[in-house]
């Protein structure tokens, strides 16, 4: 009665969908089969169902929720000039997604580059290093202690579900305004253009040549001394320490670099 449908089996094969994909695709009721034997619960498919098969993957590839397919798959119809919008619109972006990768790859890539031969120098260097914005939070002690991992976790935490994208630099600053010295754990962040930069929690590094010098542990104060040699330390008015990015990366802990501002470009 049924001998010109396919077995789930015979589907899976001709389609190179797992059955497990095919009853999820019938729970989701986007591709529920032709007929379902009621005495052994077997499901049977068309030939013809192929090619919503093929859509259901290409839905898949870019991203598209296949719950979609409910306005687009009805009365055995699909109408795939409304999923064409829907795909070419997922696969821009995709594409400025995977745009943006190859960006931070570049990047983190360069800084490697950079970091490496920093390393390995006996003697400070110079760097130029672009701006960037960050969140900040009051902190006096050093990196790589239990209160500054205990400090850091509650800081991520509690921005966690923001709108700011998060970036891979941190550690703790030391900024001179009005003549005081302010001691912040930092975050990089990606700015957004609707968030004002007059709030306390937002700091700009300002691009610029800074004096870089590795060191074993952290310690802002250390930077305050091995300065001395190079530049007047009156001058000083930020200094950063972060973990150094290097070929060889370890976790505990991970190397650490001061970073004190000279000069904007």
Request: charged share 20%.
């Amino acid at each position: 009665m049924h001998s010109n449908l396919l077995t789930i089996k015979q589907f899976s094969k001709l389609t190179n969908t797992h059955p497990k994909s095919l009853r999820y695709y019938d729970e989701l009721g986007i591709l529920k089969p032709i007929y379902v034997n009621p005495e052994n619960g077997y499901r049977y498919y068309s030939i013809f169902q192929v090619e919503l098969v093929y859509t259901i993957k290409i839905c898949t590839e870019v991203n598209v929720p296949l719950k979609t397919l409910f306005s687009y798959e009805n009365n055995n119809t699909i109408h795939y000039k409304n999923l064409s919008e829907l795909f070419i619109s997922s696969l821009e972006q995709k594409i400025k997604h995977c745009e943006k990768l190859l960006s931070q790859s570049r990047n983190y890539f360069n800084q490697l580059l950079s970091a490496e031969s920093r390393l390995k120098s006996d003697k400070p260097t110079y760097q130029y290093f672009d701006s960037f914005y960050c969140l900040i939070t009051p902190y006096q002690g050093v990196q790589h202690s239990d209160e500054w991992e205990k400090a850091m976790a509650d800081f991520l935490l509690k921005f966690y579900e923001s709108n700011y994208e998060i970036g891979y630099n941190t550690g703790i600053c030391r900024i001179l305004k009005d003549g005081i010295w302010n001691q912040y754990l930092f975050i990089s962040i990606s700015h957004l253009s609707d968030i004002p930069l007059g709030t306390d929690h937002i700091l700009s590094i300002p691009a610029g040549n800074y004096l870089c010098n590795n060191v074993s542990t952290s310690n802002l104060d250390y930077a305050m001394e091995w300065t001395k040699d190079y530049i007047d330390p009156h001058k000083l008015s930020i200094i950063i320490e972060t973990e150094l990015l290097v070929n060889d990366y370890t976790l505990f802990p991970p190397p650490l670099e001061h970073r004190c501002f000279i000069d904007s470009p």
